[in-house]
């Protein structure tokens, strides 16, 4: 498994930016597909987004398609959340992940509250 650190969450406007940051621990994040998910208060933890292993390969949840973008840095071992249009439906605590090749994911960071204010 790999540690997890994210930052970056606080109260914005509705259709204002924000970035997220998640910084990885160890040597190994290459090797580990990384992704975003959020949970609103009442609600399931929901999928928004994945880059690959070498960040050629993107997916979103359709609810963010279009306005956020994930992106990673190998040298930094962080992986960024870019955040825009935002809606009061994007408040939630957001948790970064991380997953080997073929595996589901099971290293998760702490969280860090997004709220949108309309």
């Known amino acids: 498994q790999v540690q997890l650190v994210e930052s970056g969450g606080r109260l914005v406007q509705a259709g204002g930016s924000l970035r997220l940051s998640c910084v990885a621990s160890?040597?190994?994040?290459?090797?580990?597909?990384m992704g975003w998910f959020r949970q609103a208060p009442g609600k399931e933890r929901e999928f928004v987004a994945e880059?690959?292993?070498?960040?050629?390969?993107?997916t979103y949840a359709d609810s963010v398609k279009g306005r956020f973008t994930i992106s990673r840095d190998s040298a930094k071992n962080t992986v960024y959340l870019q955040m825009g249009s935002l809606k009061p439906e994007d408040t939630a605590v957001y948790y970064c992940a991380a997953r080997a090749r073929g595996s589901e994911y099971d290293s998760w960071g702490q969280g860090t509250q997004v709220t949108v204010s309309s």
């Open positions: 160890g040597r190994t994040f290459s090797t580990y597909a």
């Open positions: 880059i690959s292993l070498s960040g050629a390969w993107t």
